[in-house]
């Protein structure tokens, strides 16, 4: 379960929508959130891979090391 506090503008485009489709307001949210998440995950991931590079808990390798150890 999550209950969310939007803006009074995005509450308002939402409840237009849902009503002009015929859909809820969750199912749109829900929509949102599932859109959205790939891209939150990734953003968050890679941010935290580069923190670790930057601190040397991470390596990292060239293309000319990753053809060489594939023999490519």
């Known amino acids: 379960m ?5 803006p009074t503008d ?3 485009r939402l409840a237009t929508l849902a009503k002009e ?3 809820t307001k969750t199912f749109y949210a829900t929509q ?3 859109e ?3 891209d939150l ?6 941010e935290k891979v580069l923190e670790e590079i930057k601190s040397g808990k991470q390596r ?3 293309a000319q090391e990753v053809y060489k150890e594939l023999g490519l």
């Open 32 to 34: 949102a959130v599932i």
């Open 2 to 6: 999550l209950a969310l506090r939007l």
């Open 10 to 12: 995005i509450e308002d």
């Open 60 to 62: 990292t390798y060239s």
């Open 41 to 46: 995950e990734d953003v968050y991931l890679a």
């Open 36 to 38: 959205y998440m790939e």
């Open 21 to 23: 489709t015929g859909r």
